[in-house]
């Protein structure tokens, strides 16, 4: 069965400019996080969607984050417009429906962002 | 979200025991201890989880105190595949509406594994 994938692996874009990574999750998974790690920092929660609406966006940065989950199935986040701060590793992950601290998550290998 | 406290770094022989310990003080009675494990270049990837018993998988095992205040991962067997930053992280476990669904990462153990 196929894991998390996320694409893409990476990119290089320029400060102001958009950039929209996308996630699919592992068939099945009615949950879907985002999670990012810039420099030198921890990996820090950005938002949960149970299927298509989100459950918790507590940790969205601010409004030039946009995450969709359209049709419950892969979802994308957008960044727009980039800057310099946003640079680091997007991972993406999903697990089963059932009880929130009990579900391991499957994280994908994460979309590398560099912005210059 | 409650704190756990972890060395920053630990080193070990390949095929020797490993226990790698958490301290969480703080832990709630809802609280489950997870642990995961991020290898070089890939995502984090669930390793266990326990909330009062001890627990064992084909990976590792997980001793947790009595008073629930510590925990220990335990690696029977060390291989060189082992080396990787390692965390022990607190999930609250009423479920959905409350923080238990996402992950809170520290900075974990680098789990260094010498041939």
């Known amino acids: 069965e196929a894991g998390v994938t996320q694409f893409p692996s990476h990119s290089v874009i320029e400060k102001g400019q958009t950039v929209t990574l996308r996630c699919d999750p592992i068939?099945?998974?009615?949950?879907l996080y985002w999670y990012r790690r810039v420099m030198g920092k921890e990996i820090k929660f950005l938002l949960h969607?149970?299927?298509?609406?989100?459950?918790?966006e507590s940790g969205m940065p601010n409004n030039r984050f946009l995450a969709e989950r359209t049709g419950g199935t892969y979802s994308t986040l957008k960044v727009q417009p980039a800057e310099l701060e946003d640079s680091g590793v997007y991972f993406c992950?999903?697990?089963?429906?059932?009880?929130?601290?009990?579900?391991?998550?499957?994280f994908g290998p994460g979309t590398r962002l560099t912005v210059l | 979200d409650a704190k756990t406290t972890q060395p920053n770094s630990m080193e070990s022989n390949e095929e020797e025991p490993v226990h790698l310990p958490c301290n969480h003080s703080?832990?709630?009675?809802?609280?489950?201890i997870h642990w995961y494990r991020q290898l070089p270049s890939q995502g984090p990837e669930y390793v266990i989880h326990?909330?009062?018993s001890n627990v064992n998988n084909r990976m590792a095992s997980l001793a947790i105190a009595e008073d629930r205040k510590s925990s220990t991962l335990i690696l029977h067997r060390a291989t060189l595949r082992d080396a990787a930053v390692y965390y022990c992280?607190?999930?609250?476990?009423?479920?959905?509406?409350?923080?238990?669904?996402?992950?809170?990462f520290g900075e974990g153990t680098q789990l260094t594994v010498n041939p």
């Open positions: 992950a999903s697990s089963l429906t059932r009880g929130g601290a009990y579900n391991e998550q499957f």
């Open positions: 068939s099945g998974h009615d949950n």
């Open positions: 969607f149970v299927k298509e609406s989100k459950q918790d």
């Open positions: 703080t832990i709630s009675g809802t609280d489950y």
């Open positions: 326990g909330l009062t």
């Open positions: 992280i607190l999930r609250d476990g009423r479920g959905y509406g409350t923080s238990g669904s996402r992950l809170t």
